[in-house]
């Protein structure tokens, strides 16, 4: 077989399964996994798969990032109507964790008529927060992302295991049948430990983000309680999420299930 026909079967197969190990790959193609690791390189450098540990990850579904004010301005009437949608969830008085995501600060306006404890590792979120005369704020420690004013890092995590909450809000970069991902570790590392102390854990993702991945996986679909969205995810994805019995509420009014 031709190097070309090999690389062209191998992107196949990733594109299908959007990953692949260089075990499987090389059982498939009857080839060593040296063979294999340099035929993903090849296709790493073409842009037409990323390279992980143990394998690769087609490019065709990963979710585009964009940096946090392009993303505030995307699809903003959708997050307003999720962030309205949380508010209606929320009971006064309850303890939330923020994370930093767009979608989560869109529900923050609708909660300002309400009694809340409010914990998050961003500094724009703290300050709208801050708007809320009924609100208690408090915000983790960690090391300052300039760009995007949130905090990470291990002094972060530390901080968030002092917790038990009500809620936490999550917003959601990607989501596949293989999980809940985001596109850097930093971030991860803390929204993973705010799933963590969250007793009701409610993710936050327009249709956009819906059967994508992205780099660092931040918790399985069972941990989520929560979907909110504005349009019933499709296929094996809808189906991951009903066995996982995640309930999805969508900014359409009459269009929820559960």
Avoid: W
């Amino acid at each position: 077989m031709l190097i070309e026909e090999r690389l062209a079967q191998i992107l196949a197969i990733i594109d299908k399964e959007q990953r692949a190990t260089i075990d499987e790959l090389a059982e498939t193609m009857h080839v060593s996994k040296d063979t294999i690791r340099r035929d993903l390189i090849r296709l790493e450098q073409q842009q037409l798969v990323r390279r992980i540990h143990g394998g690769a990850v087609s490019t065709k579904k990963e979710a585009v990032i964009f940096d946090y004010n392009e993303r505030s301005h995307m699809s903003n009437d959708v997050k307003q109507s999720i962030g309205r949608q949380v508010a209606e969830l929320i009971e006064d008085g309850s303890s939330i964790l923020f994370d930093s995501s767009t979608t989560v600060e869109a529900a923050i306006l609708p909660l300002q008529q309400k009694k809340i404890t409010a914990i998050t590792n961003s500094l724009t979120h703290a300050a709208r927060l801050a708007k809320n005369g009924q609100a208690s704020i408090t915000l983790l420690p960690g090391n300052l992302h300039k760009e995007q004013l949130f905090l990470s890092g291990a002094e972060t995590v530390s901080a968030i295991k002092q917790y038990i909450t009500n809620y936490t809000l999550l917003g959601v970069f990607a989501l596949s049948p293989e999980g809940v991902f985001i596109h850097t570790q930093e971030e991860g590392l803390v929204k993973r430990e705010m799933v963590k102390h969250g007793q009701t854990v409610i993710a936050l993702a327009d249709h956009s983000k819906m059967d994508k991945i992205g780099f660092f996986n931040i918790c399985p679909l069972s941990d989520i309680d929560i979907l909110i969205t504005d349009t019933i995810p499709e296929g094996a994805l809808l189906k991951e999420l009903e066995a996982n019995n995640i309930k999805i509420l969508t900014t359409l009014k009459g269009d929820r299930k559960s």
